[in-house]
């Protein structure tokens, strides 16, 4: 069955570190894997996607992820997080079978001063 | 302007009633969804539709309705308003989702929340 695995319901990282929000996929065919971010009581906002080509893709806000085949994964990250950051973070992969998205179950980070 | 946009932005009725939520994009986009967030901010599709084809999450009761007037709007009925049907719809829209080229990224409006006592 395809899926989308967010194994962290909470990232907590001090601004200036570097944050990584994790997302490990099962799918069928080639992975097509976005990620997408929300800020309180909006809606969702793309920040970047891997189609095919370089590993490190790179994103909106200083976000890159970097897909991993062997280890089926797809995480994201920024070199220095700032608290401005601090928001849901969905990570997506599309379902060949109806071309919809298949959905993490996203992550809250939380970027303390 | 607002790429993808709803109303209302709030909702508040009663159980068993019957109501509507609009959305529209002017993106040109051809293909427009509506999702669910419940409490804990799980997301769950429950349409897609383009020009060709409606998609229907089959756990969707069909108490909910999309129809869509035109290419622009997509616009969700809800019959028979239930309390679990409290929660944030999300209107979204991308380009060429079916066989052609199913990786756009879709853009979502603002949401709705529904609130049914």
């Known amino acids: 069955a395809q899926s989308v695995a967010q194994p962290e319901d909470q990232v907590n990282v001090a601004e200036g570190n570097p944050l990584t929000v994790k997302c490990t996929y099962s799918?069928?065919?080639?992975?097509?894997l976005f990620w997408y971010v929300q800020y309180p009581n909006r809606g969702l906002q793309f920040l970047l996607k891997?189609?095919?080509?370089d590993n490190l893709v790179k994103g909106s806000y200083g976000f890159e992820a970097e897909f991993n085949k062997s280890q089926t994964s797809f995480h994201l990250k920024k070199p220095s997080a700032l608290v401005s950051d601090s928001a849901l973070y969905f990570c997506a992969v599309k379902d060949w079978g109806n071309y919809q998205l298949i959905w993490g179950a996203g992550t809250k980070l939380i970027i303390k001063p | 302007d607002t790429a993808v946009s709803q109303t209302p932005k709030y909702l508040v009725t009663q159980m068993g009633n019957d109501k509507s939520i609009k959305c529209e994009q002017n993106?040109?986009?051809?293909?427009m969804y509506w999702y669910k967030q419940d409490s804990k901010k799980f997301l769950k599709i429950m349409f897609s539709?383009?020009?060709?084809?409606?998609?229907i999450n089959e756990t969707v009761p069909n108490r909910f309705s999309p129809k869509s007037p035109d290419k622009a709007h997509l616009n969700l009925h809800i019959n028979s308003l239930e309390l679990g049907d409290s929660a944030v719809y999300f209107c979204a829209s991308s380009q060429d989702a079916s066989s052609g080229t199913p990786h756009n990224e879709q853009f979502f409006g603002p949401g709705t929340r529904l609130t049914v006592l």
């Open positions: 993106l040109g986009h051809d293909t």
């Open positions: 891997y189609i095919t080509g």
């Open positions: 539709y383009n020009n060709k084809e409606l998609i």
């Open positions: 799918v069928s065919g080639n992975p097509y």
